[in-house]
């Protein structure tokens, strides 16, 4: 770092979202007490990991800010992110480089009164809630904290979001590519043989019942398409995601998976009973319907509090996890059926297209738990449109409870 003569006049201060709102006598007793900084291309401004109590705000040039899993955000000064900090969660959750030689400001949380602002925004918030437990409120308050780091970064386009296992993406490429063919995609699987054996086996399931058996993946994947053999690699390739370092947050992860896999076993089986959908598909969209919990778990390894206060987990997870799954999904390229299933998993009483689509399949399959609670099933439209009668439903779908070695199967599948 190298620290320069000059001072940040109290108007570029005003311009920065955690400073706007001090008091003029604030902004300028600050104005005074710090210095821009300036580095030049290459330097590493703030380390992975870094528990250094100041704030970095970019005022010139560009900065990369590259998460742990290697996914990297360009942040411009002209950009309406540069007004927030560059990184505000300690530990840091980024690396970040000057792009070009850059001036920025190194603040102290304290000095700038920003603990206290967010101590403050986190006590209007509780203001609505009627609470006696002091060790309730101090858990709302740590919920309150990690709701408003996840919409902070939202709105600054800088959120952390799970990245699409790397094997999914260069299958991904492979796919899209005119001059691929099964052979070199089956060599790109092969590089996991995990998944080049569960591709093996998916062809050679009783989906394709009656077909010889195959041995290897170039066969796999001639037989299976293009299209599905994608749809299996991201499906294959997501196990990896389901898991975190964190001893605290491992069953809430586990649980996760035990229900993600569930409802995607019981997707592919609903659709292939009820006809007119791709089961592989389908069970992609069961998979990936609750993705965006991924996203609040990993937030909340920097947030004890809520880490280790299940309530205050699940109301956080309740208040985001539809919209961080469409932005998940949207960001991954999956397709756009798939991205609608995880937006309207949970809407029960969704008025969709004449044609069933995936959400329907998503929805019935949550409704067949027992998810939708005391919700009567003509009070869910998802059922009909699947051609699904009342008498087809009772304590959940019939022909789901028929499906048991089925069901079993495709969970088998997703093992790992």
Request: glycine share 6%; proline share 4%; net charge negative.
């Amino acid at each position: 770092m190298t620290e320069t003569a000059d001072h940040p006049s109290p108007a570029v201060l005003r311009r920065l979202s955690t400073l706007s709102d001090l008091p003029d006598d604030k902004i300028e007793a600050l104005s005074r007490r710090v210095f821009v900084c300036e580095d030049r291309k290459g330097t590493v401004l703030l380390p992975l990991g870094s528990t250094d109590k100041n704030l970095l705000y970019l005022l010139e040039g560009d900065c990369r800010l590259i998460a742990e899993d290697g996914g990297i955000t360009t942040v411009r000064h002209q950009d309406p992110s540069a007004r927030s900090p560059l990184a505000r969660l300690r530990p840091s959750r980024y690396r970040i480089e000057a792009a070009s030689p850059v001036r920025y400001l190194r603040i102290d949380e304290e000095m700038a009164g920003v603990a206290d602002s967010a101590d403050q925004t986190s006590s209007l918030v509780l203001e609505t809630y009627q609470v006696e437990e002091e060790e309730d409120v101090g858990h709302m308050a740590a919920e309150n904290r990690l709701t408003l780091q996840i919409y902070e970064d939202l709105n600054s386009d800088r959120l952390l979001l799970p990245s699409l296992p790397h094997v999914a993406v260069r299958i991904g490429e492979a796919v899209n590519d005119d001059d691929s063919d099964a052979r070199k995609v089956a060599a790109l699987i092969e590089t996991d043989p995990a998944i080049a054996v569960k591709i093996v086996k998916a062809a050679n399931s009783a989906r394709f019942g009656g077909v010889a058996q195959l041995a290897t993946v170039t066969e796999a994947v001639a037989r299976l398409g293009m299209h599905n053999t994608r749809l299996l690699v991201v499906t294959f390739a997501l196990r990896e995601l389901f898991r975190t370092s964190s001893k605290i947050l491992e069953k809430r992860m586990m649980a996760l998976w035990e229900h993600s896999r569930r409802i995607a076993a019981l997707a592919q089986v609903l659709a292939t009973r009820v006809g007119g959908f791709n089961a592989h598909e389908a069970l992609l969209a069961g998979l990936v319907h609750d993705i965006g919990v991924l996203a609040v778990i990993g937030y909340a390894r920097d947030f004890p509090d809520v880490a280790e206060h299940p309530p205050a987990l699940e109301s956080s997870i309740q208040s985001l996890r539809t919209q961080l799954s469409g932005m998940i999904l949207s960001k991954w390229a999956l397709p756009a059926a798939i991205v609608s299933a995880a937006k309207e998993a949970e809407n029960w009483t969704r008025q969709g297209p004449a044609k069933a689509d995936y959400a329907d399949l998503v929805i019935a399959a949550q409704f067949h738990e027992g998810l939708a609670g005391d919700l009567a099933v003509d009070a869910v439209p998802a059922v009909e449109r699947l051609g699904l009668s009342a008498g087809d439903v009772g304590d959940g779908i019939e022909l789901l409870h028929d499906a048991h070695d089925e069901v079993a199967a495709a969970k088998r599948l997703l093992t790992g």
